[in-house]
């Protein structure tokens, strides 16, 4: 059974900057693509970056582009995106996602993801 745990959220001032960490277990986390998604109050849960397994490819909304940077440590099975430039809009709950099979261009779609984590909670305040 594959299990991610997100862990690094928290409360921080607009501009500060946060690192969320997702812990992947029962799998091997370098077959994975894997991404981040966030969902704030009433809203739909929105793509913020995905990685391939390879550590390689990249992509991310223009929302978070240049502010934001997904990375892995396949070594330590462990996910991370690092905010920077944080602003109140940023708030949300965030989760990490793992994808056996990522094709073509569907990094930012929910249903192409097969694991999540149960998500962190970053609160921005201005």
């Known amino acids: 059974q594959v299990q991610l745990v997100e862990s690094g959220g928290g409360l921080v001032q607009a501009g500060g900057s946060l690192r969320l960490s997702c812990a992947i277990s029962?799998?091997?986390?370098?077959?994975?693509?894997m991404a981040w998604f966030r969902q704030a109050p009433g809203k739909d849960r929105e793509f913020v970056a995905s990685?391939?397994?390879?550590?390689?490819?990249?992509w991310y909304p223009d929302s978070v582009k240049g502010r934001f940077t997904i990375s892995r440590n396949n070594a330590k099975n462990t996910l991370y995106l690092q905010m920077n430039s944080l602003k109140p809009e940023d708030t949300a709950v965030y989760y990490c996602?793992?994808?056996?099979?990522?094709?073509?261009?569907?990094?930012?779609?929910?249903?192409?993801?097969?694991?999540w984590g149960q998500g962190t909670q970053v609160t921005v305040s201005s």
């Open positions: 029962g799998g091997t986390f370098s077959s994975y693509d």
């Open positions: 990685m391939s397994r390879n550590g390689i490819a990249t």
């Open positions: 996602a793992a994808a056996r099979v990522l094709l073509g261009y569907n990094y930012g779609l929910e249903r192409a993801y097969d694991y």
